[in-house]
């Protein structure tokens, strides 16, 4: 236990002073809304455009004639 100078005394662990706890979330300002709302469209639009170089297109296999037999 600690001493009354210390002020460890309400705590059952000299070691442990305060609980785990996750720190509060940071509201965001309208500019840091408005920059996200901005790189997301802006970002839509560069995929849009952009996709066909990243995205595997269907291989088809032309060995296959099936339909003229």
């Not at 990243?54 to 060995?63: L, N, Q, R, S």
Request: glycine letters at 2%.
């Amino acid at each position: 236990m600690g001493s009354r100078l210390s002020n460890t005394s309400w705590c059952w662990s000299p070691r442990v002073r305060c609980p785990e706890h996750t720190p509060p979330l940071k509201k965001k300002t309208a500019d840091e809304i408005l920059q996200e709302k901005f790189e997301e469209k802006s970002y839509k639009e560069w995929w849009a455009e952009n996709r066909w170089k990243y995205v595997e297109g269907k291989v088809y296999d032309h060995t296959d004639n099936d339909w003229s037999s």
